[in-house]
Protein backbone atom coordinates (compact mmCIF):
# COMPACT_ATOMS: atom_id res chain seq x y z
CA UNK A 1 0.00 0.00 0.00
CA UNK A 2 1.02 3.47 -0.79
CA UNK A 3 1.43 6.23 1.60
CA UNK A 4 -1.92 7.15 3.76
CA UNK A 5 -4.40 9.81 2.27
CA UNK A 6 -5.63 10.14 6.17
CA UNK A 7 -3.85 9.46 9.01
CA UNK A 8 -5.47 10.21 12.28
CA UNK A 9 -3.36 10.62 15.49
CA UNK A 10 -3.43 10.88 19.06
CA UNK A 11 -7.48 12.12 18.63
CA UNK A 12 -9.53 12.89 21.69
CA UNK A 13 -13.07 13.54 21.83
CA UNK A 14 -15.16 15.27 25.10
CA UNK A 15 -18.59 16.25 25.31
CA UNK A 16 -18.67 18.07 28.61
CA UNK A 17 -17.36 15.80 31.26
CA UNK A 18 -18.39 12.96 28.91
CA UNK A 19 -14.67 11.38 27.64
CA UNK A 20 -15.68 9.50 24.64
CA UNK A 21 -12.18 9.09 23.56
CA UNK A 22 -8.94 10.05 24.60
CA UNK A 23 -6.27 8.22 22.11
CA UNK A 24 -7.60 7.17 18.97
CA UNK A 25 -4.67 6.49 16.24
CA UNK A 26 -5.16 4.86 12.32
CA UNK A 27 -3.79 5.38 9.05
CA UNK A 28 -5.36 4.77 6.08
CA UNK A 29 -4.28 4.46 2.25
CA UNK A 30 -5.15 4.96 -1.28
CA UNK A 31 -7.50 2.33 -2.41
CA UNK A 32 -7.92 1.01 1.10
CA UNK A 33 -10.67 -0.27 3.46
CA UNK A 34 -9.96 -0.09 7.09
CA UNK A 35 -13.51 -1.44 9.19
CA UNK A 36 -14.15 0.56 12.29
CA UNK A 37 -15.94 -1.72 15.03
CA UNK A 38 -16.55 -1.04 18.55
CA UNK A 39 -19.44 -1.04 20.38
CA UNK A 40 -22.58 1.62 20.92
CA UNK A 41 -21.42 4.70 21.94
CA UNK A 42 -17.82 4.08 21.58
CA UNK A 43 -17.43 7.00 19.18
CA UNK A 44 -17.48 5.37 15.79
CA UNK A 45 -19.52 8.40 14.61
CA UNK A 46 -17.57 10.40 16.02
CA UNK A 47 -14.37 9.62 14.78
CA UNK A 48 -16.25 10.15 11.59
CA UNK A 49 -17.89 13.25 12.31
CA UNK A 50 -13.72 14.99 13.08
CA UNK A 51 -12.47 13.64 9.65
CA UNK A 52 -14.81 15.50 7.74
CA UNK A 53 -15.09 18.41 10.31
CA UNK A 54 -18.62 18.05 11.51
CA UNK A 55 -17.35 18.14 14.86
CA UNK A 56 -13.91 19.17 16.48
CA UNK A 57 -11.93 17.04 18.63
CA UNK A 58 -10.78 18.17 21.70
CA UNK A 59 -7.31 16.65 21.15
CA UNK A 60 -4.95 15.05 18.61
CA UNK A 61 -4.09 15.94 14.54
CA UNK A 62 -6.13 14.77 11.46
CA UNK A 63 -3.62 14.51 8.45
CA UNK A 64 -4.89 14.90 4.71
CA UNK A 65 -1.68 15.00 2.47
CA UNK A 66 0.63 15.41 5.51
CA UNK A 67 -1.39 18.89 6.90
CA UNK A 68 -3.33 19.00 9.77
CA UNK A 69 -6.77 19.90 8.87
CA UNK A 70 -7.33 21.11 12.21
CA UNK A 71 -4.86 23.73 11.95
CA UNK A 72 -6.40 24.31 8.54
CA UNK A 73 -7.94 28.10 7.62
CA UNK A 74 -11.21 27.91 7.07
CA UNK A 75 -10.38 28.91 3.20
CA UNK A 76 -8.19 25.93 3.12
CA UNK A 77 -10.67 23.34 4.25
CA UNK A 78 -13.00 24.15 2.75
CA UNK A 79 -10.97 23.63 -0.39
CA UNK A 80 -9.94 20.19 0.30
CA UNK A 81 -13.41 19.41 2.01
CA UNK A 82 -15.18 17.55 -0.94
CA UNK A 83 -12.10 15.47 -1.28
CA UNK A 84 -13.64 14.30 2.07
CA UNK A 85 -16.81 12.83 2.53
CA UNK A 86 -19.40 10.79 4.33
CA UNK A 87 -22.18 8.51 4.34
CA UNK A 88 -24.73 8.00 6.74
CA UNK A 89 -26.93 4.89 8.33
CA UNK A 90 -30.02 7.20 7.25
CA UNK A 91 -28.66 8.18 3.80
CA UNK A 92 -32.07 10.20 2.95
CA UNK A 93 -31.14 12.90 5.48
CA UNK A 94 -28.20 14.20 2.79
CA UNK A 95 -31.26 14.30 -0.01
CA UNK A 96 -33.32 17.13 -0.22
CA UNK A 97 -37.06 15.56 -0.35
CA UNK A 98 -38.60 18.61 -2.71
CA UNK A 99 -36.36 17.75 -5.48
CA UNK A 100 -36.29 14.57 -7.98
CA UNK A 101 -33.60 12.10 -7.71
CA UNK A 102 -31.60 13.15 -10.47
CA UNK A 103 -31.78 17.02 -9.54
CA UNK A 104 -30.68 15.65 -5.70
CA UNK A 105 -27.81 13.97 -7.91
CA UNK A 106 -26.19 16.50 -9.79
CA UNK A 107 -26.84 19.17 -6.94
CA UNK A 108 -23.07 19.09 -6.01
CA UNK A 109 -21.79 19.51 -9.35
CA UNK A 110 -23.81 22.43 -9.97
CA UNK A 111 -22.01 24.12 -6.84
CA UNK A 112 -18.67 23.09 -6.89
CA UNK A 113 -17.82 21.78 -11.12
CA UNK A 114 -18.44 24.77 -12.99
CA UNK A 115 -19.62 22.78 -15.70
CA UNK A 116 -22.64 24.63 -18.47
CA UNK A 117 -25.64 22.75 -18.44
CA UNK A 118 -25.26 20.50 -21.50
CA UNK A 119 -22.46 18.99 -19.57
CA UNK A 120 -24.09 18.45 -16.29
CA UNK A 121 -26.61 16.74 -17.41
CA UNK A 122 -23.96 14.36 -19.36
CA UNK A 123 -21.59 13.87 -15.70
CA UNK A 124 -24.97 13.32 -14.43
CA UNK A 125 -25.97 10.31 -16.63
CA UNK A 126 -22.44 9.49 -16.31
CA UNK A 127 -22.83 8.99 -12.60
CA UNK A 128 -26.36 7.33 -12.51
CA UNK A 129 -24.94 4.77 -14.56
CA UNK A 130 -22.02 4.07 -12.47
CA UNK A 131 -23.58 3.51 -10.00
CA UNK A 132 -26.23 1.24 -11.38
CA UNK A 133 -29.44 3.70 -11.32
CA UNK A 134 -31.91 3.66 -13.88
CA UNK A 135 -33.93 6.23 -15.74
CA UNK A 136 -37.13 5.93 -13.72
CA UNK A 137 -35.83 5.96 -10.57
CA UNK A 138 -33.87 9.31 -11.47
CA UNK A 139 -37.43 10.89 -12.12
CA UNK A 140 -39.05 9.87 -8.45
CA UNK A 141 -38.49 11.84 -5.35
CA UNK A 142 -36.54 10.42 -2.72
CA UNK A 143 -39.74 9.27 -0.48
CA UNK A 144 -40.59 7.36 -3.34
CA UNK A 145 -37.22 5.30 -3.71
CA UNK A 146 -36.04 2.35 -2.05
CA UNK A 147 -33.47 2.16 1.11
CA UNK A 148 -30.74 0.93 -1.89
CA UNK A 149 -31.95 3.47 -4.18
CA UNK A 150 -31.00 6.08 -1.91
CA UNK A 151 -28.03 5.01 -0.84
CA UNK A 152 -26.86 4.51 -4.73
CA UNK A 153 -28.08 8.54 -5.51
CA UNK A 154 -25.85 9.36 -2.58
CA UNK A 155 -22.86 7.40 -3.52
CA UNK A 156 -23.20 9.24 -7.26
CA UNK A 157 -23.53 12.90 -5.80
CA UNK A 158 -20.26 11.87 -3.74
CA UNK A 159 -18.75 10.22 -6.74
CA UNK A 160 -19.01 14.02 -8.42
CA UNK A 161 -17.07 15.22 -6.37
CA UNK A 162 -14.19 12.25 -6.86
CA UNK A 163 -13.50 12.17 -3.11
CA UNK A 164 -9.86 10.74 -2.28
CA UNK A 165 -11.79 9.54 1.25
CA UNK A 166 -15.33 8.51 2.51
CA UNK A 167 -16.11 7.93 5.88
CA UNK A 168 -19.20 5.08 5.39
CA UNK A 169 -20.98 4.93 8.41
CA UNK A 170 -23.31 2.09 8.85
CA UNK A 171 -24.10 2.61 5.30
CA UNK A 172 -25.53 -0.65 4.58
CA UNK A 173 -27.29 -1.40 8.16
CA UNK A 174 -30.78 -0.72 7.21
CA UNK A 175 -31.21 -3.08 4.42
CA UNK A 176 -31.85 -6.24 3.30
CA UNK A 177 -29.06 -8.37 3.33
CA UNK A 178 -29.89 -8.97 -0.64
CA UNK A 179 -29.51 -5.11 -0.90
CA UNK A 180 -26.41 -4.82 1.78
CA UNK A 181 -24.56 -6.68 -0.79
CA UNK A 182 -25.69 -4.95 -3.74
CA UNK A 183 -24.61 -1.45 -2.41
CA UNK A 184 -20.77 -3.16 -0.46
CA UNK A 185 -20.07 -4.51 -4.40
CA UNK A 186 -20.79 -1.02 -6.03
CA UNK A 187 -18.22 0.58 -3.40
CA UNK A 188 -15.61 -2.44 -4.46
CA UNK A 189 -16.10 -1.39 -8.07
CA UNK A 190 -16.00 2.35 -6.93
CA UNK A 191 -12.72 1.96 -5.57
CA UNK A 192 -11.66 -0.29 -8.21
CA UNK A 193 -12.24 2.14 -10.90
CA UNK A 194 -10.82 5.66 -8.88
CA UNK A 195 -8.95 4.60 -6.08
CA UNK A 196 -10.99 6.12 -3.09
CA UNK A 197 -10.70 4.83 0.28
CA UNK A 198 -12.88 4.08 3.16
CA UNK A 199 -12.82 4.06 6.36
CA UNK A 200 -16.23 1.74 6.97
CA UNK A 201 -18.50 1.82 10.80
CA UNK A 202 -20.26 -0.87 11.53
CA UNK A 203 -21.13 -2.99 14.05
CA UNK A 204 -21.08 -6.39 11.63
CA UNK A 205 -18.13 -8.18 12.17
CA UNK A 206 -19.02 -10.47 9.26
CA UNK A 207 -18.82 -7.69 7.15
CA UNK A 208 -15.93 -5.77 8.18
CA UNK A 209 -14.20 -8.90 7.48
CA UNK A 210 -15.50 -9.35 3.89
CA UNK A 211 -14.87 -5.88 2.42
CA UNK A 212 -11.86 -4.49 4.70
CA UNK A 213 -8.46 -4.71 3.94
CA UNK A 214 -7.65 -3.91 7.91
CA UNK A 215 -9.93 -3.73 10.92
CA UNK A 216 -9.04 -1.28 13.89
CA UNK A 217 -11.04 -2.35 16.93
CA UNK A 218 -12.01 0.97 19.21
CA UNK A 219 -12.28 -0.06 23.04
CA UNK A 220 -12.04 2.12 26.24
CA UNK A 221 -11.59 5.22 24.20
CA UNK A 222 -8.55 3.93 22.56
CA UNK A 223 -7.86 1.52 19.38
CA UNK A 224 -6.89 -1.56 20.86
CA UNK A 225 -6.02 -3.37 17.81
CA UNK A 226 -5.47 -3.63 14.13
CA UNK A 227 -6.50 -7.00 12.29
CA UNK A 228 -4.81 -7.46 8.61
CA UNK A 229 -7.71 -9.35 6.84
CA UNK A 230 -5.81 -11.77 4.80
CA UNK A 231 -8.12 -12.46 1.80
CA UNK A 232 -10.81 -9.33 0.96
CA UNK A 233 -13.85 -10.81 -0.97
CA UNK A 234 -14.94 -9.77 -4.12
CA UNK A 235 -18.77 -9.21 -3.21
N1 LIG B 1 -22.99 16.29 20.01
C1 LIG B 1 -22.94 15.51 21.11
N2 LIG B 1 -23.12 16.02 22.33
C2 LIG B 1 -23.02 15.26 23.44
N3 LIG B 1 -22.75 13.94 23.43
C3 LIG B 1 -22.59 13.36 22.23
C4 LIG B 1 -22.67 14.11 21.00
N4 LIG B 1 -22.44 13.26 19.96
C5 LIG B 1 -22.24 12.05 20.51
N5 LIG B 1 -22.32 12.11 21.85
C6 LIG B 1 -22.12 10.98 22.78
O1 LIG B 1 -20.84 10.46 22.50
C7 LIG B 1 -20.83 9.03 22.62
C8 LIG B 1 -20.34 8.41 21.32
O2 LIG B 1 -21.33 8.60 20.31
P1 LIG B 1 -21.15 8.01 18.84
O3 LIG B 1 -22.42 8.29 18.12
O4 LIG B 1 -19.90 8.53 18.28
O5 LIG B 1 -20.99 6.45 19.15
P2 LIG B 1 -21.02 5.21 18.15
O6 LIG B 1 -19.90 4.32 18.52
O7 LIG B 1 -21.09 5.70 16.73
O8 LIG B 1 -22.41 4.54 18.56
P3 LIG B 1 -23.45 3.66 17.69
O9 LIG B 1 -22.71 2.43 17.27
O10 LIG B 1 -24.57 3.38 18.66
O11 LIG B 1 -23.88 4.51 16.52
C9 LIG B 1 -22.25 8.65 22.98
O12 LIG B 1 -22.31 8.48 24.39
C10 LIG B 1 -23.07 9.84 22.55
O13 LIG B 1 -24.25 9.98 23.32
Do not use: W
Not at 72 to 101: G, V
Request: charged share 25%; with cysteine; proline share 4%.
Amino acid sequence: MSLPVLAVDELAMSFGTLEVFTNVSFSVSRGETLGLFGKSGSGKTTIGKCIVGLERPTGGEIRVQEANILNMRKKEFRKLRPKIQMIFQHPETSLDPRMKAFENLIEPLKLHSGLKQDALLKRGEELAELTGLLPEHLARYPIQLSGGEIQRIVLARIMALSPDFIVADEPTSMLDVSVQAQILRLMQKLQRETGVSYLLISHDLEVLRKVCHRIAYLDNGTITSIENIKRVVKI
